[in-house]
């Protein structure tokens, strides 16, 4: 599917319950939807070859994009996601920002893959957020992020030490055989947690 067709799709207006299905899509072209308002869309499977770009992007209805592989770079910078934002089992081949986005919803990357980096500084999520058994192969940034609604980083591999500075958890810490390398993520990681940790 083109590009400047999905484009067209998705800039109409959001009515509650409201998505548009491009599950298992294959993008013709970058997908460039930065500084627009976006109705609910399903790109479950969906493939983009030439990357994603959402920067400043606001996401009004459900945001879905579970098992999706972006091969080129996929930039969420400054995203607001007004409801569920699931990108479970996603595959980032290149650069995955999403410097400043806001999470409203859920934040669900479970199992995802990162082979270039994840970029997830000074993110807010008011929902659960959650990395269980995410994997990131380069650099992992989560500066000065916020979790509002707790943090799940259960199974989680990192390839190098995440730079955790200046991050709060408020809520539930679930670190439970999180690593990096060879070695357990500890709660020491972290600036701020308040609430139980699960190690």
């Known amino acids: ?56 992007t606001r996401f009004l209805g459900i945001s879905w994009f579970r098992g999706a592989q972006f091969e080129g770079p996929a930039r969420f910078d400054n995203a607001v996601f ?11 081949a290149g650069d995955a920002r999403f410097e400043g986005a806001e999470f409203r919803g859920i934040g669900r990357f479970d199992g995802a893959r990162f082979a270039a980096g994840a970029q997830f500084e000074r993110v807010v999520s008011y929902g659960n957020f959650s990395l269980h058994g995410a994997h990131v ?21 990192f390839a190098q030490e995440p730079d955790l500075s200046d991050t709060q958890v408020h809520g539930r810490l679930w670190l439970r055989r999180a ?21």
């Not at 484009?7 to 970058?30: E, F, K, M, N």
């Not at 007004?82 to 980032?92: I, T, Y």
């Not at 060879?182 to 990681?189: K, M």
């Open 137 to 157: 192969a380069k650099e992992a940034n989560f500066r000065g992020a916020e979790w509002l609604g707790g943090l799940w980083f259960e199974d989680a591999r």
């Open 82 to 92: 007004s409801l569920d934002a699931r990108f479970e089992n996603a595959a980032f």
């Open 1 to 56: 599917m083109k590009a400047e067709e999905i484009h067209s799709r998705l800039t109409v207006p959001w009515r509650h319950g409201d998505y548009v299905d491009l599950a298992g899509i294959v993008c013709d072209g970058q997908l460039d939807l930065s500084g627009l308002d976006v109705t609910g869309v399903d790109f479950t499977g969906a493939v983009f070859p030439e990357g994603f770009a959402a920067t400043g």
């Open 179 to 199: 690593m990096i390398g060879n070695e357990r993520l500890s709660e020491a990681a972290f600036a701020m947690s308040y609430g139980y940790t699960y190690l």
